[in-house]
């Protein structure tokens, strides 16, 4: 398995030339997922044009920052992982390999020269060198709205409608939260760029929602990719026209998407990633709006009549998914074995709200973990050994096989450090807890429990039923708040 080179550098990031996101429903756009969208004003049109995607004065800043190796607050969440030691996903490695293609790194050289001859060109503040006007696109992304009849459990109003709609009804809805729309002079001047910057180098074009399926703007925006990039004959290698859905949009508008995908591919493969981690009643209840005979009737059809599309899965690692992951992965190697297809996982898990991050579980919720991680490396050595791994093989299911291996493998790999850590947390079992962490800890199930009740009281739900294995932490955070509150009425009295 390949390991990523060491960094040379401590700020340049390929992203920041090749992964433009466009916010269709708000007027703004980034480069790279993890940094903040920048507004798209009236003067910035006037000023820059179609240009606008890439010669915003705010990205040539940050890109000439990056020559310079100098950090902006921008990138936080990428300087916070590397100065707590962990690598981030900063992706320095492709920098001269995308930057060549577009003529700004020369065919032989390499890194430390370009950097050298890019500083001395560059001095003095210079601004407008082609170096931070072009953009080098690789991945293009396009975020829709948040129109989407689900609230999962870890979601928000920024992404879904449904959430927003029950938020306001409970009055308590983000006081950032604005309701937005689309501005046609600015899609027309987007598609504009697109042809003349993107269409030739980018190998993979993402639609984020809401539910894109369930979105009119998403057939109007592949209508128009259809026809840019029908304009120029088919790569030899498609780009990947990837979209991420919760395969529950309403009937008619799947429909709609499965005529979309021949038509689309005669420029693109399709990448179809769905975003579920359990099944049946778990998954209506964490993902709320699941209709779970429906997503299970759409993936078997995306698998069974569309054997071109990849069908990725997207599980989302959040604490109420765990205790049944086991039952999920058996699921994925059910549906791998029933239709000879290549499944991969994708590596998510919930950050915030922290409550729900698998990594505040008690330490007895890596147990399924370490299960899963058993059978996911027995799966893998099944479909190809270890020891015969290196081996040449031209064979098409020999290939296969180690194809899904390894997705098997690197999940597993992934999931024995998200048990490393859960195995140090405490026990929700343990009889008197005591010490910081362990406070910490009841505080975060205190709140998760809170959460949840609130929401399940609206909704007529319960988490404990939906999934059982919560029932000891609510014992405790219950008693937790007890001492809690006991030992705030001590201190008191003092
Ligand atoms: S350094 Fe991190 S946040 Fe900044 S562009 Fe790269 S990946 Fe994105």
């Known amino acids: 398995m390949s390991q990523k080179a060491a960094l040379q550098t401590q700020a340049l990031c390929v992203f920041r030339w090749s992964y433009p996101i466009f916010y269709m429903f708000d007027r703004a756009m980034a480069y790279c997922c993890r940094t903040e969208s920048q507004p798209i004003t009236d003067s910035d049109i006037q000023q820059y044009g179609a240009k606008v995607f890439?010669?915003?004065?705010?990205?040539?800043?940050?890109?000439?920052?990056?020559?310079?190796?100098?950090?902006h607050k921008d990138c936080h969440s990428c300087w916070s992982i590397e100065d707590s030691g962990v690598k981030s996903p900063r992706l320095e490695d492709f920098f001269t390999t995308q930057l060549r293609k577009v003529g700004e790194v020369r065919?032989?050289?390499?890194?430390?020269?370009?950097l050298r001859r890019s500083r001395d060109r560059l001095v003095s503040g210079q601004i407008d060198d082609s170096l931070l006007t072009t953009a080098a696109v690789d991945i293009l992304e396009i975020v829709l709205s948040n129109a989407c009849g689900f609230k999962c459990v870890?979601?928000?109003?920024?992404y879904s409608s449904s959430w927003a709609a029950e938020k306001r009804a409970a009055q308590r809805l983000h006081a950032n939260y604005r309701d937005k729309s689309r501005d046609p002079q600015l899609e027309a001047l987007f598609y504009e760029w697109v042809e003349a910057n993107a269409r030739d180098l980018v190998k993979r074009l993402g639609y984020i929602g809401g539910e894109p399926i369930a979105i009119e703007a998403f057939y109007e925006s592949l209508e128009r990719m259809r026809e840019i990039f029908e304009?120029?004959?088919a790569r030899a290698r498609k780009p990947e026209l990837c979209i991420t859905t919760n395969l529950c949009p309403p009937d008619q508008q799947f429909e709609r998407f499965t005529q979309m995908i021949p038509k689309m591919e005669t420029r693109f493969r399709w990448v179809v990633q769905v975003s579920m981690e359990s099944l049946g009643p778990r998954a209506e209840y964490i993902r709320y709006g699941t209709n779970w005979p429906k997503l299970e009737r759409n993936l078997h059809r995306l698998l069974r009549d569309f054997p071109n599309v990849e069908v990725v899965i997207l599980p989302t690692l959040n604490l109420l998914a765990l205790p049944s992951l086991p039952e999920f992965l058996s699921y994925l190697r059910d549906l791998h074995r029933q239709y000879g297809c290549s499944l991969e996982l994708v590596q998510n898990m919930v950050t915030l709200p922290r409550a729900l991050s698998p990594l505040s579980a008690p330490k007895e919720f890596a147990v399924p973990l370490r299960r899963s991680i058993a059978?996911?490396?027995?799966?893998?050595?099944?479909?190809?050994?270890?020891?015969?791994?290196?081996?040449?093989?031209?064979?098409?299911?020999?290939?296969?096989?180690?194809?899904?291996?390894?997705h098997w493998r690197s999940y597993a790999k992934y999931l024995d450090g998200v048990a490393q850590r859960i195995e140090m947390n405490p026990s929700a079992n343990a009889a008197s807890p005591?010490?910081?962490?362990?406070?910490?800890?009841l505080q975060l199930w205190r709140e998760l429990r809170q959460e949840l009740e609130f929401w399940d009281l609206r909704r007529g739900t319960s988490a404990v039923k939906a999934i059982p294995e919560l029932?000891?932490?609510?014992?405790?955070?219950?008693?937790?708040?007890?001492?809690?509150?006991?030992?705030?009425?001590?201190g008191a009295n003092r």
């Open 434 to 441: 005591t010490g910081n962490s362990h406070d910490q800890q």
């Open 107 to 114: 065919p032989q050289e390499n890194l430390t020269e370009f």
């Open 54 to 71: 890439s010669e915003k004065m705010f990205f040539r800043e940050r890109r000439r920052e990056m020559i310079f190796d100098q950090r």
């Open 154 to 158: 870890y979601c928000n109003e920024f």
């Open 471 to 490: 029932a000891e932490i609510w014992r405790v955070a219950q008693d937790g708040r007890r001492s809690m509150e006991s030992g705030a009425d001590k």
């Open 231 to 233: 304009k120029v004959p």
């Open 375 to 406: 059978m996911l490396t027995e799966w893998a050595e099944e479909l190809a050994p270890v020891a015969q791994f290196d081996q040449p093989s031209e064979n098409e299911v020999v290939l296969r096989s180690r194809m899904q291996a390894s």
